[in-house]
């Protein structure tokens, strides 16, 4: 079930702020160590002046979680519209997701950084919503030719292992974009199937 703010972002533009802020602080600290305080400070607000907009910190992080999964969603369709080959087409939408992940979004960022079962109360929330951007990924891995016999669910968990994975490595202005990474990966996928 979403979470939504307490009041709609059209009465209070505040919470596009307090937003940005949190997917920011959750990116950066993780969600543990970030506090309704740090929050409230980055927005130059008081403290108790959030909870006007979110009953609880769980309820923030819903909310980022939300967007970040919008933002994926999103970024991908676009890049795969114009695709219609199913390779070009996965490649196409690890490129979108590593675009994101890596150059545009602290919202993608707390997707990868917090782990649902990091957050007791709100974990199925979270998981509903991770499955949800999964989706995609099981709809363009569904659409290639692989031998039979190919799993593959593990598959897509592989790749996107492997796409969440390079946030810890990627290294801006480096010898690869995320657009040539993806290549690569969708290059050394679709080599072993055919090995």
Same mark, same amino acid.
């Given at each position: 079930m979403p979470v939504k703010a307490l009041k709609s972002t059209r009465s209070d533009n505040r919470v596009t702020a307090v937003l940005d802020a949190a997917a920011r602080l959750f990116a950066v600290k993780g969600y543990?160590?970030?506090t309704m305080r740090d929050i409230a400070e980055a927005c130059d607000m008081l403290?108790?002046?959030l909870y006007y907009h979110f009953a609880a910190k769980e309820d923030l992080l819903v909310a980022v979680y939300e967007a970040?999964?919008?933002?994926?969603v999103d970024n991908m369709r676009a890049a795969i519209r114009e695709e219609s080959d199913p390779w070009a087409r996965l490649e196409a939408g690890c490129a979108a997701h590593l675009e994101t992940l890596l150059r545009q979004s602290d919202y993608a960022q707390v997707l990868v950084r917090v782990l /649902?079962?990091?957050v007791g109360h709100a974990a199925a929330r979270l998981k509903a919503l991770? $499955?949800?951007y999964e989706r995609s990924f099981r709809d363009l891995v569904g659409a290639l030719l692989? /031998?039979?016999g190919t799993?593959?669910?593990v598959l897509r968990l592989m790749l996107l292992? $492997?796409?969440n994975w390079s946030r810890f490595w990627f290294a801006e202005g480096g010898r690869d974009t995320p657009r040539s990474l993806a290549r690569k990966f969708v290059h050394l996928l679709r080599e072993t199937q055919h090995a």
């Open positions: 543990s160590a970030t403290p108790g002046s970040g999964v919008r933002q994926l /649902p079962a990091d991770r $499955a949800e692989l /031998p039979p799993d593959r669910g292992g $492997a796409l």
